[in-house]
Structure formats: C-alpha cells, structure tokens
C-alpha cells in the first residue's frame, strides 16, 4: 500500500474535454456576426489538473476518465505530451465531451461556458478498477463527476477504495452552475470522506450561504479537513478546523484567458503537498500556477520538448 508522502503517482478522476475556445472583443452581437479568435484544444478540468500537476513537478500523474472513439488516439497523444499517463475508457456510444469557451478580451478575459457533457459523466463504477490505486500516493477527483447518476456511483467507489487504502482524497467542486442545481446539502453529503476541498470563492460561498470568502472557508473546514478558496486575483485562503490559517496572495499577472486557471492552481497545489509542502506553501504554487495560467490560451501549460 502506498500512502501520502511515499513518493507514489497522483491518480486525477475526471473529465477529459475537447475544449473549442472562441476569443473576442466585447459583448457578443445578438443576431449577428461577432469576430473572433476560435481554436480547438484538449481540455476539461480533471485533465487540466494532471497536466499541471506533471508540469509542476509531480513525477508520475495518471488521469483516468471517459472520452468517445473519435478523439481518444488525440486525446491520448496531448496527455502524454504534457507527461500524463493515459487510463482512458473508449465510450462505444457517446462522443467525447465538448466545451464552448467564450472570452472576452475586454473583460479581464473572462470566460462563459457551453457545456455538452458526453462521454465524460458516462464514467460509472463499471469503469472503476481497485488497480487504479496501486503506488498511488492521493487520489483526486473533478467535481464534474458528481454532476450525473453513473459518475456519483463512481465517486462513491473511488473514495471507498482510497479510504480502505490510506490513500487521501481531494476534490475542485469545479462549477458553481452545476453545483446550484444539485443542491448543496447532497454534495456535502457526497463529499463525505474526502480530505481536501479546493472550492472557488463563489462555490465556498454557495455551499455555506455565506457572503465572505473567509467566513465560508472556516465553514466548509469544519466538515472537510483541509479547504483551500480560489480567489483568482485575490490568491487564496486556506482553513482548518473552523478557522483560516493562511492568506496566500495572488501573484502579478496579464490575463489573456482565464480558462483553467483554477486547475492549474489545483494541480501544482497538489504536485507541492506531493513533493512534501504544507499546504500554506502548496497554496503559493498554486498562485504561482494560476498566475501562469491566465496568460496562456486554453487551460494547459505548454506541452513537454
């Protein structure tokens, strides 16, 4: 059995994404044309997540999740690009998941997503292996996984078999919108046993009902163990025990697109309490990660030589 600090992989349950990103100036035009920049990249948040994690250092990040025939072998070669591990399961039936990314350049590049799930909430316990665990040193799961019947199951499982294992257990609750309509009191409930929470302010503060992002950390860490807030420009809280222990600042950036700046704060957090930092000082990479995040198009950091 492997357990924290032992050195093992970092296991990233969750989604695999074809993310299309369409860059623009200003409010879109209703009815009409609106220029802009549009590409098509590999996203989605459990993926982003292991990218960074592998970027930042963590020696060995597997990411196990559900795509469709048609953009598996793509999908599979980016992932390895940036020095994941593929544990990909083909869908026979549902296309991969797509995300429609609009940003608006002249609005702090902030972006509005259009969702098409797919393959990627299909991942049910069927898909779950006891395997998947062995030399896995923490677990991390995409909270998209909580949004759909068969990928609960699969949470359920997962965090089952970590916890019999000693192997502990985060999770990004990953979209207020999403979160809204599952209710909060059953994602608490579902979220029962995991270790670390990584919320957004606007998730911490959904989940609590509390208008401060401080106020709703100490909150939430009184029913998880460790919870720490992205803040974007704000940096982060962490809190423990009912109470916020640190203030991490956010460091100095030029946004050019926000998309997965949350997962690279995620996973180079995640890469740092591998490597044996304490959560404050895992916090600051994760700045240091976001802050790097924003300035590139798409939720990945540059794929390896």
Not at 40 to 57: E, Q
Not at 113 to 119: E, K, V
Not at 218 to 230: F, I, Q, W, Y
Not at 277 to 304: I, L
Request: with cysteine.
């Amino acid at each position: 059995m492997t357990g924290p600090g032992a050195g093992g992989a970092l296991l990233v349950a969750g989604d695999v994404i074809t993310d299309v990103v369409a860059r623009h100036r200003g409010p879109l035009a209703a009815g009409t044309d609106t220029a802009a920049v549009i590409r098509r990249v590999p996203g989605g948040a459990g993926a982003n997540v292991a990218c960074w994690a592998a970027h930042w250092g963590c020696p060995e990040v597997r990411m196990f999740g559900r795509v469709g025939a048609e953009a598996v072998a793509w999908h599979e070669c980016e992932l390895v690009a940036h020095g994941v591990l593929p544990r990909l399961v083909v869908d026979p039936e549902a296309p991969t998941g797509t995300v429609i990314c609009l940003v608006d350049t002249d609005a702090a590049a902030e972006r509005t997503f259009l969702t098409d799930s797919g393959a990627s909430l299909r991942l049910g316990p069927g898909d779950w292996s006891e395997e998947l665990l062995d030399g896995v040193a923490r677990l991390h799961l995409s909270g998209y996984l909580l949004f759909s019947e068969p990928s609960r199951a699969l949470v359920a499982a997962a965090v089952a078999s970590a916890r019999a294992r000693g192997v502990p257990v985060s999770l990004d609750p990953a979209s207020a919108g999403f979160l809204k309509d599952l209710g909060t009191d059953r994602f608490l409930a579902l979220v029962e046993g995991v270790d670390v929470l990584l919320p957004s302010r606007d998730e911490a503060c959904l989940l609590t009902g509390r208008s401060g992002a401080a106020d709703a950390a100490a909150e939430l860490s009184r029913r998880v163990p460790l919870v720490v807030v992205k803040r974007g420009a704000e940096g982060a809280l962490v809190a423990r025990s009912g109470a916020v222990t640190a203030q991490v600042a956010a460091e100095p950036a030029t946004p050019r697109d926000t998309t997965g700046a949350g997962d690279a704060f995620t996973g180079a957090f995640l890469a740092a309490l591998l490597a044996g930092a304490d959560p404050e000082g895992a916090a600051r990479e994760g700045c240091r990660a976001g802050a790097r995040a924003v300035e590139r198009v798409g939720g990945r950091p540059p794929a390896r030589d």
